[in-house]
């Protein structure tokens, strides 16, 4: 095959970019709509400009003809009977970066790609869709893939080959090249951009046929590979049909049970790194949604726990707990104003990849907030994690990353000017530091700092070293040369090491923050922002504030705190439904940017996020509004996306369950009808189906509504045949199984006053960690004045059926009696 002709000289070309593991799915044919006509006498432009996207729009300064993918891009390769190069990549992505600089901003490079092919441009951060079809095929033929994307496709966009980061011409001077092929010795040429170019050129011109052939072929065994999620039962009961609204329907309908999460914390300890934490090797994730299941362990009922086993448990906790003390004390921790890098190049956390992703630290702050309330329960006395949740807290809700409008930004570059002036960038050039300037800044302008206790406690506390503290083996391009990435080594010695109080080296740690963070924010230049409001981003991180927020404000833990992160949660809840959706056409799009909404639809993963965000948000809150407006997006997402059983098939429908990341049918935004995916795996963000059951279970739960329920468990159907063999890939969906064999408390608060108040129950509830379904209701006490009760009732009606009285209380059987703390744990006859 063409494909592996190359295959064997790019490989080590990839090894530059990121990589992690895939999230696989359900294929459908790949067909672009009827060609547009387009005359043969109009040159191509690049049209990059013309994009919302800050990504694309950065091409554009480049001499290449880029395109934006949509029918006139796809239907000029058809035309012209040209190969199309699809390029993938985000904003905040270093070797993104660098290939514009090394690559697309080449003159060689770029008259080869406009003369012999039709470069598309995408960034993945507006179009997950596309860029997980790619990654997909990235995955079967290389078994690894990362950002950028680069695939060669026939214009029918079926794939020819493709990989990552493959060095220019522009990469020969600085050593790129060599490091970045894996130069070792071997007799074999390696191969950069341009011959990826030449080779491919040449293959289109003397062997067309063929690649036609192996493109097709490829597309066959892609729809095998990426067939998540459609290979579980069909014909399931319908809601209302016997069995469909009890505990037992899952048991009598497939294999999975409780037990499987006991294999997948035996698969999780194997790879899990006992001296280190986390999983895995270089690059080495940050997986928030493996530790939240972790965690989630050690807060599930006690048929749970007797399953798996009770040491069991409390080691699995302490995986989690370890690693997150890992990160906090690491590299890719910005200790100076909070957030978190995106995974680290060294196994031990002390070199990061520096870009900053909002979702991500959107998920750890949820992770933190979980580990603190885990500790507030363990060890009232001396929680931990306080300081971390703040941190993310306040990065998250403060500027630049909370946009004026209210919306939160998508990410924070890698890349930028160490000083104001500079011509050319550098990674991580914002975080890191010289030991001269450490001492500079921490001493206050003394020229004999490196003298002065207090930089040296610092210094020590960072592990700042005079030359340096990256090692050269880390550092292949010299980025990173007499360069300090801060982390903190190791505290329990320090005051002994310098015979000094514990309260000394705090104190001076915490000056020297000060300092250090204020000088970097005077003459550092900060990363470049991406200040895409992307809806799935904006829903991950507004739940994560609610949720903080509550947790701080109820039991006299930090008010002040507490309602500054619900009212950002609010308002960007606000942006997102004045901004984003149209509430005549009942549709959400995905991304508001340049000062505009974009064209593009939401996918499935925006609503599941969203949704989650808006029931944190009406937790924390008591504002019925919210709930309503999740429930008419869930219902939406249903309609759009999900692969309901007994359907009339087609190429592209299962009838399996669970939800496709698109809609069936032509994309108008594309022209082309993708390959259809489902979203079951955990990567970096929680799989979209794990999101999506959680919040059935929820509303069903809220709103007595058993096709909610059905549909939960139908979603977890879907994937039974991959958990039932890996079910450790699968920690989100996992903890669904949970709540649907063991079901959970529905609490419902009667109040006339702020909700929240009503007594310590409530504080109770809002500082449990997640652990297992549970819901709280809000029913107004006092007049109805706008509608909400009578809404609630409505959509729920053994609430008509609540005391008058002020106070919270538990559905035990049907009936509402006086709610105590112990039913907020979730029991096995809970559902029943």
Sequence with gaps: MMAAQLQQASEAASSGSSSEATSLGAAATIAPAPPAPVAETVPLRNRAGDSNSPYVRAQADTPVHWQLFDKEAIARAKQDNKPIFLHIGFLACHYCRLTTQDSFSNPTIASILN?????????????PDIDAVYWNYLQLVNSSAGWPINVFLTPDLEPVFGGSYWPGPGAESSGRDEQANGDDGDEDEPIGFLGVLEKLRQSWTEREAQCWTEAQETVVQLRKFAAEGTLGPRGLLKPGEAKSATATYLSDELDLDVDQLDDAYTQLKKTFDPVNGGFGVVPKFVTPAKYSFLLQLGSFPSVVQDIVGEAEVSSIVQM???????????????????GFGRASHTINWTLPHFEKLIPDNGLLLSLYLDAWLYSLRATPAQPEFLDVVYALADYLSSAPVRLAGGGFASSESADSYYRKGDQHMREGAYYVWTRREFDTVVSGGSANGHNDMDVRVAAAYWNVLQDGNVDRDNDPFDEFINQNALYIKDTSELARQFNIPQENVDRVTAEARKKLAAH??????RPQLDDKVVVAGNGIVIGALARTGAALKVGGQDAAAGSKYIDAAREAASFVLTSLWDAKEKQLYRVFVNGKRGDVLALAEDYAYLVEGLLELYEATGETSWLQWADELQKQQ????????????APSHSSSGGFYRTRQGTDAASGADLLRLKDGMDTTLPATNAVAASN?????????DVTYTHLAR??????????????????????????????????????????????NLVAAYLQKPRGGLRSLVYVGGGEDRDGSKAWLVSRNPTLSSLPAEVGAYVLKGGAWEKATRADLEVNADASA
């Design 696 to 704: 059935l279970f929820r509303l069903g739960s809220l709103l007595a």
């Design 638 to 649: 249903i309609a759009q996306f999900y692969d309901s059983p007994g359907e009339p098939s």
């Design 115 to 127: 003369e012999s092919f039709i470069p598309i441009v995408v960034d993945r951060e507006e179009r």
């Design 520 to 525: 970097r924010e005077k003459e550092r230049v």
């Design 320 to 338: 989690a707990l370890y690693t997150l003390r890992k990160l906090r004390n690491s590299a890719l921790h910005d200790h100076l104003a909070g």
């Design 714 to 759: 139908e979603t977890i159907h879907a994937f039974e045949v991959e958990m039932l063999q890996h079910s450790w890939l699968f920690p989100g969906l996992l903890a669904q199984v949970v709540s649907a064999r063991l079901g959970g408390p529905q609490i419902a608060v009667v109040d006339a006053a702020e909700p929240t108040t009503v007594d």
